[in-house]
């Protein structure tokens, strides 16, 4: 039968190969899950079947509430990701704009300078970066991480927008200029509302790396009520060679959540900031 | 009345316009600096300032708490005796490559399927991209239960398929931890590579595959000089970018093996935090965080090349 074989066919080169892309990308979320809300003597067992739970629990939930800093650290780390993200994106957009729209001497060295500061990886920062953040005694304050991050953000926030920034015709900007609208004006009143899906995307991103950030947050949060999210879990819930993977999963699991919903709710955003680097529009 | 006449009284402001403040505004320059001006300054102070200083750090012998002494290039010196120094090297280069590959073909073939029409597109494009998104740290510590030396569901699955007769310790051995790390590696990575050559992909027209099919050529043929030719920079230009980020990778290794066992999968970042942070020598830590320049300067400067002839 022709549709059996166009059926096989299909099975051969989109459902086999889909389907183990889908599960091997998705089963370590699944281990999480039911990870965390398994009863300890099914984790610590090497005779029940671990694929699936067998009698749910949300103990690990309420240990982790209640007798870790978690929701202190979940507080922390929206707090400096919202920061960071709106400093990141406001000196993202300065950065981007003249450069994408404006002649001026000196805008080459510029460009350069921000496609570098793009591409230094952190750790060959990190070092010199502690010792500056020690002799202005930031060491345990949420502003040594909302000083750092901005590192990584404003760059790539600036680097992302310039494209937007560019493919906004020339003439509607003159148009404005014409009428009385003075270089500010035209700027937040023309450009940026055009450039909407851009800024949402460079936000989403931002909001996204800065939540991931480990290593600033390693160096300078050593206290356990100024740590965030992925901090505390690796530090706090992993003690010396016992583990609490109840705790552990849930910590995790909870605290990959924000980024999922915002996620979720812009997708396409984040798949345009994504690819606006690599694709030409 | 007197509203009329004063109208034409005024100068005009043809020659020579008068230094107003909104005026020297307006000037395309001092705008333009204007704007720049606050990021930059953030930029030099905290990007540009570190890096020089991190260079003056590794001339230094310098420890927490305590004066630095100027010791030249001593420090590269030290590293350039140490075996564990060499071994980070390879491990590096070996966690790069090897990463880099498997993500790069494992990417194309996830945007290969993906590029296909079928219900639900978009939903597995949104699935399919969840690692990466995800806080590193987090999805790591859920892979080093996965890998558990006792309770390991890897472990599970072979022994009960038959496969093998007794688990391993994923992260206890030292050649299965530089697997285990670059398996991690690439579960996280492998979606950045596949969302980004799908948007690739989909600037091939059409017409391209078909005029191909209509003179005869073959799914591999096809492939081979329609897709590959079309996606080249999109590939090139991720490839490159990722290269460069898995060499600065830090938070994957730090939190499945802090490098161990043994050292096996100290990379250099690990390393430079060991010295310059859990051991307080700054200089010497500053010194191994600055031998990956060289690699990564060589590559940053093909990538500027490359993007600006593109």
């Given at each position: 039968m022709v549709g059996g074989r166009d059926f096989l066919s299909r099975a051969r080169r989109l459902y086999i190969p889909l389907a183990v892309f889908v599960v091997l990308g998705l089963f370590p979320f699944y281990w999480m899950l039911i990870t965390s809300i398994k009863p300890n003597r099914e984790l610590y067992s090497q005779k029940i079947m671990p694929l699936v739970v067998h009698q749910p629990t949300l103990k690990h939930y309420i240990d982790l509430l209640t007798e870790t800093n978690f929701l202190t650290w979940t507080y922390n780390t929206m707090l400096v990701a919202v920061?960071?993200?709106?400093?990141?994106?406001?000196?993202?957009?300065?950065?981007?704009?003249?450069?994408?729209?404006?002649?001026?001497?000196?805008?080459?060295?510029?460009?350069?300078?921000?496609?570098?500061?793009?591409?230094?990886?952190?750790?060959?920062?990190?070092?010199?970066?502690?010792?500056?953040?020690?002799?202005?005694?930031?060491?345990?304050?949420?502003?040594?991480?909302?000083?750092?991050?901005?590192?990584?953000?404003?760059?790539?926030?600036?680097?992302?927008?310039?494209?937007?920034?560019?493919?906004?015709?020339?003439?509607?900007?003159?148009a404005a200029r014409i009428d009385g609208a003075s270089r500010w004006q035209a700027m937040t009143r023309i450009v940026l509302p055009l450039c909407t899906p851009g800024l949402l995307s460079a936000g989403i991103f931002a909001f996204t790396l800065a939540q991931n950030e480990f290593l600033y947050a390693l160096i300078f949060l050593a206290k356990s009520e100024v740590r965030t999210v992925p901090i505390g879990v690796v530090t706090e819930l992993i003690r010396g060679d016992v583990f609490y993977w109840g705790q552990l999963m849930a910590g995790a699991l909870l605290g990959s959540i924000p980024v999922a919903i915002i996620y979720s709710f812009f997708v396409d955003y984040y798949v345009a900031g994504l690819t606006a680097g690599a694709v030409k529009n | 009345m007197a509203v009329g006449p004063a109208s034409i009284v005024r100068p005009a402001p043809v020659e020579g316009r008068p230094v107003t403040v909104r005026g020297l505004i307006e000037r395309e320059g001092v705008f333009s600096w204007l704007m720049l001006?606050?990021?930059?300054?953030?930029?030099?102070?905290?990007?540009?300032?570190?890096?020089?200083?991190?260079?003056?750090?590794?001339?230094?012998?310098?420890?927490?708490?305590?004066?630095?002494?100027?010791?030249?290039?001593?420090?590269?010196?030290?590293?350039?005796?140490?075996?564990?120094?060499?071994?980070?090297?390879?491990?590096?280069?070996?966690?790069?490559?090897?990463?880099?590959?498997?993500?790069?073909?494992?990417?194309?073939?996830?945007?290969?399927?993906?590029?296909?029409?079928?219900?639900?597109?978009?939903?597995?494009?949104?699935?399919?991209?969840?690692?990466?998104?995800?806080?590193?740290?987090?999805?790591?510590?859920?892979?080093?239960?996965?890998?558990?030396?006792?309770?390991?569901?890897?472990?599970?699955?072979?022994?009960?398929?038959?496969?093998?007769?007794?688990?391993?310790?994923?992260?206890?051995?030292?050649?299965?931890?530089?697997?285990?790390?670059?398996?991690?590696?690439?579960?996280?990575?492998?979606?950045?590579?596949?969302?980004?050559?799908?948007?690739?992909?989909?600037?091939?027209?059409p017409d391209?595959?078909?005029?191909?099919?209509?003179?005869?050529?073959?799914?591999?043929?096809?492939?081979?000089?329609?897709?590959?030719?079309v996606i080249k920079p999109v590939l090139i230009i991720v490839t490159m970018f990722s290269v460069i980020f898995t060499f600065g990778d830090f938070q994957l290794i730090y939190a499945l093996t802090h490098g161990g066992p043994a050292n096996a999968t100290h990379v250099f970042s690990t390393l430079a935090f060991d010295i310059g942070m859990s051991a307080g020598q700054l200089g010497m830590g500053a010194a191994v965080a600055l031998s990956i320049l060289p690699a990564l300067a060589a590559l940053i400067v093909i990538l500027t090349i490359y993007l600006r002839r593109e």
């Amino acid at each position: 039968m022709v549709g059996g074989r166009d059926f096989l066919s299909r099975a051969r080169r989109l459902y086999i190969p889909l389907a183990v892309f889908v599960v091997l990308g998705l089963f370590p979320f699944y281990w999480m899950l039911i990870t965390s809300i398994k009863p300890n003597r099914e984790l610590y067992s090497q005779k029940i079947m671990p694929l699936v739970v067998h009698q749910p629990t949300l103990k690990h939930y309420i240990d982790l509430l209640t007798e870790t800093n978690f929701l202190t650290w979940t507080y922390n780390t929206m707090l400096v990701a919202v920061v960071t993200t709106v400093i990141s994106v406001v000196l993202g957009t300065m950065i981007a704009y003249p450069l994408a729209r404006l002649r001026f001497p000196g805008a080459a060295v510029v460009a350069i300078g921000v496609a570098a500061t793009y591409l230094v990886p952190q750790p060959l920062l990190f070092i010199p970066m502690a010792d500056i953040i020690n002799r202005l005694e930031l060491g345990n304050t949420l502003t040594a991480v909302m000083l750092t991050y901005p590192t990584l953000l404003i760059p790539f926030s600036a680097w992302l927008l310039m494209g937007y920034f560019k493919s906004v015709p020339r003439e509607l900007e003159e148009a404005a200029r014409i009428d009385g609208a003075s270089r500010w004006q035209a700027m937040t009143r023309i450009v940026l509302p055009l450039c909407t899906p851009g800024l949402l995307s460079a936000g989403i991103f931002a909001f996204t790396l800065a939540q991931n950030e480990f290593l600033y947050a390693l160096i300078f949060l050593a206290k356990s009520e100024v740590r965030t999210v992925p901090i505390g879990v690796v530090t706090e819930l992993i003690r010396g060679d016992v583990f609490y993977w109840g705790q552990l999963m849930a910590g995790a699991l909870l605290g990959s959540i924000p980024v999922a919903i915002i996620y979720s709710f812009f997708v396409d955003y984040y798949v345009a900031g994504l690819t606006a680097g690599a694709v030409k529009n | 009345m007197a509203v009329g006449p004063a109208s034409i009284v005024r100068p005009a402001p043809v020659e020579g316009r008068p230094v107003t403040v909104r005026g020297l505004i307006e000037r395309e320059g001092v705008f333009s600096w204007l704007m720049l001006a606050p990021g930059v300054l953030f930029l030099l102070a905290f990007v540009a300032y570190p890096f020089f200083y991190g260079i003056f750090l590794s001339l230094e012998d310098r420890r927490v708490a305590s004066e630095g002494v100027f010791v030249g290039l001593a420090n590269f010196r030290v590293l350039a005796h140490d075996a564990v120094f060499w071994q980070v090297v390879r491990n590096t280069f070996m966690y790069v490559c090897v990463t880099t590959i498997l993500k790069l073909a494992g990417g194309l073939a996830m945007a290969l399927v993906i590029n296909q029409r079928f219900r639900g597109r978009n939903l597995a494009r949104a699935f399919l991209l969840l690692p990466f998104i995800v806080p590193t740290a987090l999805s790591t510590v859920a892979w080093m239960w996965i890998l558990d030396p006792t309770f390991s569901v890897v472990n599970w699955l072979l022994v009960h398929g038959g496969i093998i007769s007794s688990g391993y310790s994923w992260l206890g051995n030292a050649a299965l931890a530089m697997w285990s790390l670059i398996v991690v590696n690439t579960w996280r990575g492998m979606p950045f590579y596949g969302i980004t050559l799908l948007a690739g992909l989909q600037t091939i027209s059409p017409d391209l595959y078909e005029a191909a099919a209509i003179d005869g050529a073959t799914t591999t043929q096809r492939f081979l000089y329609v897709t590959l030719p079309v996606i080249k920079p999109v590939l090139i230009i991720v490839t490159m970018f990722s290269v460069i980020f898995t060499f600065g990778d830090f938070q994957l290794i730090y939190a499945l093996t802090h490098g161990g066992p043994a050292n096996a999968t100290h990379v250099f970042s690990t390393l430079a935090f060991d010295i310059g942070m859990s051991a307080g020598q700054l200089g010497m830590g500053a010194a191994v965080a600055l031998s990956i320049l060289p690699a990564l300067a060589a590559l940053i400067v093909i990538l500027t090349i490359y993007l600006r002839r593109e």
